[in-house]
């Protein structure tokens, strides 16, 4: 099995969907994406230009799934660019997944880091209160809003958005509505993903208060396999071993929200 | 009495004959513990340049049928000095520092920055791309190999250790010319010259066009290497390529190599694959009523 | 318009771009009319000595993780004269002669036991060990080499194809060599040497301890060896090394082949596999609207 | 699947029987090889020696098969060879195998041809009326007679051995009796395994009055699979498309009865 996850398929983009200026939602058909669970990604390569992991998206069609990418260097942006029409080659699914737990869930996502959450949401049984955190710099960037409205429309739930300079819903660091909401009342399950000091803060502030909190770890990624070495975090490789890491094995890694290897695997600080 | 995995390659002496093969996780401390604890006899690292290196923009890797992988990654490495920060704390695990380089006088340069390093050898890459020679490789200029063998040595007394593979010019000159020259110990073989190309978009997949073979495809190939190498010398041999399975490892002893390095296995199976085939040569050993790895080594050649 | 299968090798014209590789099933005239009458564009013969050979004992071949096959058959042939012989009575089936020899006037003798036969072109097999250079096959020496397609086209005005494999020298000098000295077309590859050793009676398994591997583990390499061929030099190429879809054949002719050969895949898919793969190209031709093979030659190169 | 017969098993030989001076019986235990159908082969590598095609023998035993050997080249005398606790490699089964029709059979062996047939004797129903002709050149060379007769206790049924010599039983060729038996009556199925003048003058019987007949031919073997082409008979592979053969396909094969390849591949008469 493993084998065959790891031989890349081509598809085709079926149809794209602008979400902010700089984020687009490509969807295509692919039985065994439309059924990955939340946290797990594919390799995604564009032919001619680059290859890169990207979290699995959900589509509202079954049989399809999609993949959200901001527009960033060279590989995000080409992925950006692909039009309706064109073909990408995908491998995967690779990496472990969320546990879910029951009850009052907090999640806490910041730009495209918002997918999984997303995945995540089509998980929930409808008696979970759940609180959905988005993070955004400002009111260009926010988006998936309605859609974790749409589908918590069962559920007692709280979709909040925050922005660092304010320019829609709260203002402020999302990770500041973190640490005022895990301190007001008790989550059963707290998830993070998006960016590292984001996923840090969150870990720091549930975990701190012994609430079970996993966040979905983002490195520099080349196989996707466990192979390279290049997505290693301390001992962890975060394609392998993640992405999906509990608080308890976060706080005790030396590098998580402190380090990162860039492309020659040289640490450098966040 | 149990029978011990421990083995040695010439002066260089393991607790367990399974390697890491270089460019495998080989970027970190942290996980080169991770992986003696799991059970490797030895971990090699990243193949180091002088400098630091990106390698090739994705994709760099891909899959292909019947168990193998293609790669360039183009060497990317943090380059020796920043590495040998790097390992400076390490006590415990036995680190096998590769190095590539394209003159004799880069061995030089990275050796000497492991001087306060716990390192058990170093491993010479020599599938590096001549600078001088287009297409050809460092292993494939036979005084290149003299010279950058010969610097190596004069620069430390740690074991040395030369990485072959099917460059141009036949293998089998290039371990005579190393051994000619002092070399310690021959790894045999690095990665098959392969691509692939993708049928839809028409195009070749791996961003460098070409890449290198390895896993189970090659294991037929590495295996005769090894089997031909200890047929004409009498010099230490790790053999690698495709080992996925204790039958594998036991396969290269019987062959007359002395330790194996994996790579690919990993890949699949994660790093579970040492315990796993450590475990299987040990069952192996008490079958066949061997005490030690020593007793199997070369077997194969006397039928 | 129903897209064509035909495709042309330099002067060599093939309804089908699939033929079976010289060693295959290759032995009688009725094997040959079924083989093409079951979609092979051409059968090339076992290679042919100018005396009948037994070849080597049994084991000679076995089968490898991954799909692939090690053989050491040991060119085992009735010879040419004899061969010639059963052939004769041929009307229908195109058929390549595949010769091996160790001297450049064994191929004039045999290409002359040809003369009433009908055959579209004869297959210049270059990995017969060299009778003077012990270790060496003829393609590892240049000099023979030109001397062999030399006379070989010196004898007869039908295309000579040479066949190439990884040797000991660098297969891309014998293809040069090849080429200056009037060659029609390159097959590309012949098995790559390998070995097995069973760990339980812990002795190599075929009786001639070495073979070639061949079939899916070495198809990345036989791509890679195409493409390099066809960027540097500009003479018709067949691919040769672990067909077994149509995928695998669209791979070659992108890399630049006119035509495919393939033979493992015959021992996992049997005799079907040449409809199999006609009619997965002529699919895949239908929604690329290409009209012939000619179209996608070479198209890799492009990108 | 097909790739997994292909991998060469090493068993050890559990029993070994003295069936004539130059006929043996060698048991292991094989799942795989405990169940082949009629007319199937394994390949049998004897390390250091040779390797070569052997017909499937049964075994009282669940889960265990046997070789039956004659003794006569160096690859067939290594086989004959091998002590018990010793190691040989199989891999197969291959080929395909007897169609078995209902009501009056025939078969008939010669020598290790009757391998096959007693494994298709474990296949008749129990109101099969079963005729076993058994061929040998001499007393001396005449074995399971009394498994046939064992195997066929609660059958209608008749064994037949025939010697050359008259050394036992009837004296003359098997083929006569044959030919005697098809002419007295009407089989609904006739099977032959041995010596391929055997073979041929059975087929040519029985065939020639329209009665269902089949032969299971031995050529020189090789690869087993399909790939060396060592064992065709016209434009058949008996490896691959064998080596059971119906009398019809048989009828029209120019070298069935008649040529043979040696090692090099020259067609030779018998
Ligand atoms: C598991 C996982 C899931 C992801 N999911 C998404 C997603 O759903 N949507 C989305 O837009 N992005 C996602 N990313 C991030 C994405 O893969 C890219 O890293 C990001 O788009 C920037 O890449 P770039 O090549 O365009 O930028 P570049 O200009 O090439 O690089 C910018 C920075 O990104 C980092 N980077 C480059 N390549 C990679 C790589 N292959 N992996 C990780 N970091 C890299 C480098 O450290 C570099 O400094 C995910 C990353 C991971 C690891
Ligand atoms: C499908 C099949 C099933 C068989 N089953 C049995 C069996 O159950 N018991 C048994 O005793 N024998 C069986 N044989 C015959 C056996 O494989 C050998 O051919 C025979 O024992 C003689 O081989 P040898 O190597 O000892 O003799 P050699 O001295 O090597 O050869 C004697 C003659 O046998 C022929 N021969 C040699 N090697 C082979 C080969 N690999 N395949 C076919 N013919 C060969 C040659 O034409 C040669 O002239 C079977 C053969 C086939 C094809
Ligand atoms: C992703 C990857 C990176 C590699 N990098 C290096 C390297 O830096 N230096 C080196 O000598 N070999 C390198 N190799 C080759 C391996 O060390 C090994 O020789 C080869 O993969 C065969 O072993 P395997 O089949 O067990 O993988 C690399 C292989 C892979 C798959
Ligand atoms: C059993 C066997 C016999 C072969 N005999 C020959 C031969 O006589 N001459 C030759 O040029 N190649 C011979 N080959 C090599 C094939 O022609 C072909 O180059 C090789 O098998 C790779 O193709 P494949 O992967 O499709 O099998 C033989 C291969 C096999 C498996
Ligand atoms: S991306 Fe290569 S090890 Fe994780
Ligand atoms: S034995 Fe090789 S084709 Fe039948």
Chains 1, 4 share one sequence.
Not at chain 2, 45 to 66: A, H, M, Q
Not at chain 2, 68 to 93: D, H
Not at chain 2, 134 to 149: A, C, F, T
Request: aromatic share 8%; net charge negative.
């Amino acid at each position: 099995m493993q084998r065959n996850h790891n031989h890349t398929t081509i598809v085709t983009i079926e149809k794209v969907i602008d979400e902010t200026p700089t984020v687009r939602t490509l969807i295509f058909s692919d039985d065994r994406m439309s059924n990955v669970l939340p946290g797990q990604f594919a390799m995604v390569w564009i032919p001619g230009v680059n290859e890169l992991p990207m979290s699995v998206m959900i589509s509202k069609e079954p049989g399809k799934a999609a993949f959200t990418v901001r527009k960033h260097g060279p590989a995000s942006t080409g992925l950006f660019n692909v039009k309706e029409g064109q073909q990408i080659g995908i491998r995967g699914p690779y990496g472990n997944s969320f546990d879910l737990k029951e009850g009052k869930l907090l999640l806490v996502g910041g730009g495209t880091g918002l997918v999984p959450m997303m995945r995540l949401l089509s998980f929930v049984k409808s008696t979970d209160d759940v609180t959905v955190l988005i993070g955004a710099k400002s009111k260009d960037e926010v988006f998936f809003e309605d859609l974790a409205n749409n589908m918590l429309k069962n559920n007692p739930h709280k979709v909040i958005v925050s922005t660092d300079d304010g320019s829609y819903g709260e203002k402020g660091f999302v990770t500041d509505l973190v640490e005022k909401l895990v301190n007001e009342s008790n989550f059963d399950g707290v998830y993070a993903c998006g960016p590292e000091i984001m996923m840090y803060k969150t870990v720091r502030s549930a975990h701190s208060r012994n609430m079970f909190v996993q966040a979905s770890l983002e490195r520099m990624m080349k196989c996707g396999v466990g192979i390279c070495g290049s997505c290693c975090v301390g001992e962890d490789l975060v394609c392998r071993d993640g992405t999906v890491f509990d608080g308890d094995h976060l706080s005790s890694n030396k590098e998580f929200g402190h380090f990162y290897r860039n492309k020659a695997g040289i640490l450098e600080k966040y | 009495m149990e029978p011990s995995l421990a083995t040695s390659i010439g002066q260089i002496q393991l607790d367990r004959p399974v390697m890491l093969a270089s460019g495998i996780l080989g970027i970190s401390l942290d996980v080169f513990n991770r992986l003696y604890r799991s059970g490797a006899g030895a971990v090699v690292t990243k193949s180091l340049s002088t400098e630091p290196w990106e390698g090739y923009p994705n994709p760099t890797i891909f899959s292909v049928k019947g168990g193998g992988w293609i790669n360039a990654v183009g060497l990317s490495n943090p380059g020796a000095p920043n590495f040998a920060k790097m390992i400076e704390p390490n006590q415990e695990v036995p680190i096998v520092v590769s190095l590539v380089g394209s003159i004799p006088e880069d061995f030089e340069m990275m050796i000497q920055q492991f001087e306060n390093c716990k390192v058990i050898a170093y491993e010479l890459n020599l599938s590096c791309p001549h600078v001088a020679k287009v297409g050809l490789e460092v292993g494939d200029d036979p005084e290149l190999v003299r010279k950058i063998v010969t610097i190596a040595k004069n620069t430390t007394d740690i074991p040395i250790i030369a990485k072959v593979g099917l460059g141009t010019t036949h293998y089998l000159n290039t371990v005579n010319t190393a051994i000619d020259s002092g070399i310690d110990a021959i790894t045999a073989i690095n990665t098959v010259r392969a691509m692939a190309i993708d049928v839809e978009t028409q195009r070749p997949i791996l961003s460098n066009k070409f890449g290198g073979l390895s896993g189970t495809p090659i294991k037929p190939i590495a295996l005769r290497c090894v089997y031909e190498i200890s047929s004409k010398h009498d010099i230490p041999i790790i053999g690698c390529g495709g080992v996925s399975t204790w039958e594998d490892a036991v396969e290269f002893f019987l062959a007359g190599a002395s330790a194996i390095q994996l790579g690919s296995a990993v890949g699949n199976d994660w790093i579970d694959v040492f315990s796993e085939i450590n475990n299987g040569i040990l069952q192996y050993m008490k079958r066949k009523n061997y005490s030690s790895i020593k007793d199997m080594v070369g077997l194969a050649k006397k039928s």
